[in-house]
């Protein structure tokens, strides 16, 4: 994968993430569980983790601020990195799957140290079945879904014998920057701004006939309203609650992929198509007895990243409105889904986000996290699909069973994020326990949603 510099400025987006946790219900941590029938060798993994790290700069690098406090924050090498600091080992007293998934819990809602690199990894034992488990865990701003997966590849080998030249260790990456002058900072601020509104908006054009000056105000017609839709207030609706906190819950489960892919294509989509129509359809019948206000709103990063893009985020968040009530036909949802997610990438409001992100991040952290806040409470739930592995993993010599995601609430209600390991789908859920008081509950109304939905209307 394309490796970050030694030393660079955040990008908008990045620095987003990053400031938005001024308020921690705003957490914007992503996790994924590995677990294994066996035992990593500890004397093999640390030296593999640590030149991973030394092969991605990223994870040697933490956030220093601008100390003029007008400029975008830095990516710079710590230059006291130590593996210590997130490599660790924890012994289960309670080895049973809620056991686990409460220490799973707890460790993702540790916040990171942020004067270090924003990583942890942690491998858990004492399992009732007798095997373990790797916790990884990254802030968001260090990169993407589809980013984590290609940084996971670095770790993991693709077959049983480790590849021999993993062992060579790398120098571990050195930087050194100097401080931007406040000058500095502000002409590069003012310039980052202009440069997306012109790039994204195109509204420096000058209009050449009245049918052109008719087409451009159509289209601004059309990206305000979309953003509107995108991005408006709501009150409860379909029944999820619009409270919110800084507490977590994990639930997880799996079933066959190939069963979801067929279910997708039955109605001419995909799997993601499947995914969608059966979250939607599992938190609204976990809801099917609370009042109702309008359609459940379902959020979905739309990835931009291209074949050359590392580390960092490459995404930009649409949204759908899916009418979904208790009797509703699976395929009928689906049909929904795959009308709605038709137009996602051609959304006009795409446009706005890069020129939001950078009118944003010149703004007190406090204002910026409670502006996202805001329009975070525009969704009930989130629904993330991180592109698949299609081969088995391992990790020193002992077979990955089990990848089971999750991702971060950032102000929603729920996030179901499914994660494609071999055949498996393994599907993983947080929820916000000020708005979900029965997370199993919801998790039994999801697993039977996704069964109908395999088994069709």
């Known amino acids: 994968m394309s490796n970050a510099r030694p030393d660079e400025r955040m990008s908008d987006i990045d620095s987003l993430v990053w400031a938005v946790e001024h308020e921690p219900r705003n957490r914007t941590t992503i996790a994924a569980l590995a677990r294994f029938d066996g035992h990593v060798d500890p004397g093999q993994l640390r030296p593999r983790i640590e030149r991973v790290s030394r092969l991605i700069h990223r994870l040697h690098q933490r956030v220093v601020h601008d100390p003029s406090g007008i400029g975008a924050p830095r990516w710079s090498v710590h230059p006291e990195f130590r593996l210590a600091h997130h490599l660790r080992w924890m012994q289960l007293s309670d080895g049973s799957d809620p056991g686990l998934g409460r220490v799973v819990r707890d460790l993702i809602v540790q916040p990171f140290d942020r004067a270090r690199p924003l990583w942890e990894f942690t491998v858990i034992t004492g399992l009732n079945d007798g095997g373990s488990a790797l916790l990884l865990k990254a802030h ?3 990169s993407d879904g589809v980013g984590g997966v290609e940084m996971m590849l670095e770790l993991f080998d693709l077959d049983e014998v480790s590849d021999g030249a993993r062992a060579d260790l790398p120098p571990a990456p050195t930087a050194a920057s100097e401080p931007d002058t406040v000058v500095g900072s502000l002409q590069d601020e003012l310039g980052r701004v202009l440069h997306a509104t012109r790039a994204r908006l195109g509204a420096v054009a000058t209009p050449r006939s009245p049918d052109d000056l008719t087409r451009q105000a159509r289209r601004l017609g059309e990206t305000l309203g979309s953003a509107y839709c995108m991005f408006r207030p709501k009150p409860a609706a379909a029944g999820v609650s619009s409270e919110r906190s800084d507490g977590l819950d994990l ?15 039955r109605v001419g989509g995909t799997v993601n198509t499947a995914f969608v129509a059966a979250v939607a359809l599992g938190v609204s019948d976990h809801h099917a007895d609370s009042p109702s206000t309008g359609p459940l709103r379902v959020s979905i990063p739309i990835s931009t990243r291209s074949a050359d893009d590392g580390v960092g985020n490459h995404w930009t968040p649409t949204r759908v409105d899916l009418d979904v009530g208790a009797d509703s036909e699976p395929d009928d949802v689906a049909r929904e889904v795959l009308r709605h997610s038709a137009g996602l990438r051609d959304d006009p409001a795409r446009s706005l986000v890069p020129v939001l992100t950078a009118g944003l991040l ?17 969704h009930d739930v989130a629904a993330s699909n991180v592109p698949r592995s299609p081969v088995l993993l391992y990790l020193c010599g002992e077979p990955v069973r089990e990848l089971i995601p999750f991702g971060p609430l950032s102000g929603a209600a729920v996030n179901v994020t499914l994660m494609s390991y071999g055949r498996t789908a393994h599907i993983g859920i947080s929820s916000d326990p000020a708005a979900i008081a029965d997370p199993g509950g919801l998790a039994h109304c999801l697993q039977q949603s996704f069964t109908a939905l395999v088994k069709g209307s």
């Open 140 to 142: 968001h701003a260090v």
């Open 362 to 378: 010149p703004l007190p952290d406090a204002t910026t996290a409670a502006l996202f806040s805001a329009a975070a409470s525009a």
């Open 251 to 265: 639930r997880f489960f799996s079933l066959d992929l190939d069963d979801l892919r067929d279910a997708g294509h």
